[in-house]
Nanobody, 114 residues
Framework: EVQLVESGGDTVQPGGSLRLSCAAS????????MSWVRQAPGKGLEWVSA????????YLSPFVKGRFTVSRDNAKNTLYLQITNLRPEDTARYYC???????WGHGTQVTVSS
């Protein structure tokens, strides 16, 4: 069974940092590109970042470039999203996804508030 389990979300003040993790199981992790997608309250899904299987290419939304970093550890079957200089508009539920398999996690909540 394919599973994606996100963790690391929290409530932080503006300017703070977080590292989100996504533990993958049930498929050969190092054969698939992986993505992060977020959904803010009352809004649609927004693609945030993606990384290819070998970590040789990463992609970031222009809205987060310079503040977000995507990475992966294939030995640990884990995807990461490092977020710095958090802004209130980053408040959202963050999901990791394997689009090749059509698999999504349940998400982890990030709230940015003073």
């Amino acid at each position: 069974e394919v599973q994606l389990v996100e963790s690391g979300g929290d409530t932080v003040q503006p300017g703070g940092s977080l590292r989100l993790s996504c533990a993958a199981s049930g498929f050969t992790f190092d054969r698939y590109a992986m993505s992060w997608v977020r959904q803010a309250p009352g809004k649609g899904l927004e693609w945030v970042s993606a990384i290819n299987p070998a970590s040789t290419s990463t992609y970031l939304s222009p809205f987060v470039k310079g503040r977000f970093t995507v990475s992966r550890d294939n030995a640990k079957n884990t995807l990461y999203l490092q977020i710095t200089n958090l802004r209130p508009e980053d408040t959202a539920r963050y999901y990791c996804a394997n689009s090749g398999l059509g698999a999504w996690g349940h998400g982890t909540q990030v709230t940015v508030s003073s």
